[in-house]
Nanobody, 124 residues
Framework: QVRLVESGGRLVQAGGSLRLSCEAS????????MGWFRQAPGKEREFVAA????????YYTDSVKGRFTISRNNAQNTLYLQMNSLRPEDAAVYYC?????????????????WGQGTQVTVSS
């Protein structure tokens, strides 16, 4: 089993920055793609960003391009999401997930391990 634990979510003003972290434990050997998703109240969970096993390839949803950066430290089994220029519409519970394979994926169907989420609130 793999356990994913997110942290870093909090209340921030619009225009501010946050860095989310996701620490993996358990059977973390081997290279897998990782991703961040978010879910706002009353909305479906949506893809935010993904990174391949080595960290060399990243992919973002259009609404966060140029503002968010996904990265990973494989030695520490940790995934990050640096969020800058936050907007009220970025407010959501953010989830990290581990993919079944090594690449970048925007569909939640390609992920089989999920964290419990961390709340990001953005005040206008």
């Amino acid at each position: 089993q793999v356990r994913l634990v997110e942290s870093g979510g909090r209340l921030v003003q619009a225009g501010g920055s946050l860095r989310l972290s996701c620490e993996a434990s358990g059977r973390t050997s081997g290279g897998y793609g990782m991703g961040w998703f978010r879910q706002a109240p009353g909305k479906e969970r949506e893809f935010v960003a993904a990174i391949n096993w080595s960290g060399e390839i990243t992919y973002y949803t259009d609404s966060v391009k140029g503002r968010f950066t996904i990265s990973r430290n494989n030695a520490q089994n940790t995934l990050y999401l640096q969020m800058n220029s936050l907007r009220p519409e970025d407010a959501a519970v953010y989830y990290c997930a581990r993919a079944v394979l090594t690449g970048v994926y925007s569909s939640s169907r390609n992920y089989n391990y999920w964290g419990q989420g961390t709340q990001v609130t953005v005040s206008s």
